[in-house]
């Protein structure tokens, strides 16, 4: 009797411990399902940071390297110095071709200022020549005006020949005077119109000077700038991360020499596949869980979603029309940021670690 009572009891037991399996288990479907109405999460989600590439404008060899792996620097801080020799020596010689415009200014100025004293000379010249001409233009009408009369005398016998002939001489003297000052007047004329002439090339010469001048100090700035290229500053505050480049060490225009997490707030790209983006939306409220600090949950928001699948941005995208398609369910890119960026938690995240994102879709 008591042997069969126990298998009885064991029956008993086993239906109350599947009962509690069926009901535990019925419950936790309940409320997945429950859930999954008002939620949408995946682990598929990374923090993520603005990350600034440090980046020569020069090619040269590395000089000095003054930051350390893991080191905060400030922005505008010193981080490489390049040797600079070769590039001290374009400024020179810009320098150099900025003195040689400068003195053929100064040559053409002191040209035009020649010019300028040549002109008024020759001006002055030709007013005291003007003077010269109107007085002997009074001396050969007055000598014209003793011949005429001398003239006359001399056929009534008045005069003797030898003082015709004084008259005629004086005559002739005082045109041949006026001849002389006409024909210098001419000479310092055409003597101005060249001196003239010289005063607007050396002008044109001060013009093209001056833009010569302006070129060379261009040249020089330009020189100075690319000469400060050799030393590379820190684009933004944040941390250095995998420097790569050793003093003596060549290194090229572009090449990537390091890295500079910036120090703004992190945020999350979460990748949910597309058949759970139906009803979510900017604004929603999100629920962050970073593997790095278990049992803690950061509150965040959606703030925006990507243009395209990750699919589309990849080296090599897929090719659906090459007639190998195979249905694969997509993932969309979504931004998460954090509600309160001053949080000690979210301080501490760093790019790349993993996180769970729950989205509440009420």
Do not use: C
């Not at 440090?54 to 110095?81: A, C, F, H």
């Not at 090339?201 to 400060?228: G, H, M, N, Y």
């Not at 790569?244 to 500079?260: D, E, I, K, M, T």
């Amino acid at each position: 009797m008591q042997e069969t009572s126990a298998p009885k009891k064991r029956s008993k037991g086993f239906v109350i411990v599947l009962a509690a399996l069926v009901i535990g288990g019925g419950a936790f479907g309940i409320t997945k399902y429950v859930h999954g109405l008002h939620h949408e999460e995946t682990d598929n989600a990374q923090i993520d940071a603005n990350v600034s590439p440090v980046i020569p404008r020069v090619s040269g060899y590395v000089k000095e390297v003054r930051v350390k792996d893991n080191q905060m620097v400030k922005k505008g801080d010193t981080l490489v110095i390049l040797d600079d020799r070769d590039l001290a020596l374009k400024v020179q010689s810009a320098q150099a071709a900025l003195l040689t415009a400068e003195a053929n200014k100064n040559a053409a100025q002191a040209s035009t200022q020649a010019a300028a004293a040549g002109i008024s000379t020759a001006e002055a010249q030709i007013g005291t020549i003007d003077a010269q001409i109107e007085a002997a233009k009074v001396n050969v009408w007055r000598a014209n005006q003793d011949y005429d009369r001398y003239a006359n005398l001399i056929k009534d016998h008045s005069i003797t020949q030898q003082q015709y002939e004084q008259a005629l001489a004086a005559k002739q003297s005082a045109e041949r005077q006026l001849d002389v000052l006409q024909r210098q007047k001419t000479a310092a004329a055409r003597q101005t119109n060249v001196v003239s002439s010289q005063s607007t090339a050396t002008s044109k010469q001060i013009s093209l000077a001056d833009a010569a001048i302006k070129q060379r100090e261009t040249d020089v700035a330009d020189a100075q700038l690319i000469q400060s290229y050799s030393v590379i500053l820190a684009p933004e505050d944040g941390v250095l991360s995998k420097i790569y480049v050793q003093p003596g060490q060549y290194v090229n225009a572009g090449q990537s020499l390091f890295s500079v997490v910036l120090s703004t707030t992190p945020w999350v790209v979460a990748n949910f596949k597309e058949t759970q983006l139906n009803k979510m939306k900017l604004g929603q409220k999100v629920s962050v869980k970073v593997d790095a600090f278990p049992g803690k949950e950061l509150e965040a928001k959606i703030t925006s979603f990507a243009p395209a699948t990750g699919a589309k941005f990849a080296l090599l995208p897929p090719d659906n029309a090459s007639g190998n398609f195979v249905k694969v369910v997509q993932r969309l890119p979504v931004k998460i940021e954090f509600t309160n960026p001053n949080d000690e938690a979210v301080q501490k995240l760093r790019p790349g670690m993993n996180v769970l994102v729950d989205v509440h879709l009420d």
